[in-house]
């Protein structure tokens, strides 16, 4: 009974530390919303994660999207972020400066899709 506590523990312990490496929510300023809008200059709806770029403030920032099932599931689909549809995209930019955002709602054609 004392060695299942034990791994149970451990299993809780590193749980957290295992969810942040993989969605990498450490890398992104959650306090500061940027909100972009303009076309798309590139889609990859790919799995796990779809991603984009849009032009922004004189850089192509890179997209992090949700996983494409979530986005297909919430009504959001491939046809509708094609590279050079103009959309509103709303969610947390690098904390390190870099070019990039993890996207939390995505408003196409006046409509908003939650993604997170």
Request: aromatic share 6%.
């Amino acid at each position: 009974m004392r060695l299942f506590l034990i791994v149970i523990a451990l299993i809780f312990a590193l749980l957290p530390t295992s969810l942040a490496a993989h969605h990498g929510g450490i890398s992104y300023e959650a306090g500061t919303t940027l909100t972009i809008e303009g076309p798309l200059t590139s889609l990859l709806w790919i799995i796990p994660h779809g991603a984009a770029t849009i032009r922004y403030q004189g850089r192509n920032w890179d997209v992090v999207l949700a996983p494409v099932s979530r986005m297909e599931t919430r009504g959001l689909s491939e046809a509708m972020l094609k590279p050079g549809r103009k959309v509103t995209l709303i969610g947390y930019p690098r904390s390190d400066g870099a070019a990039e955002m993890r996207i939390e709602r995505v408003i196409v054609a006046g409509k908003t899709y939650e993604l997170r």
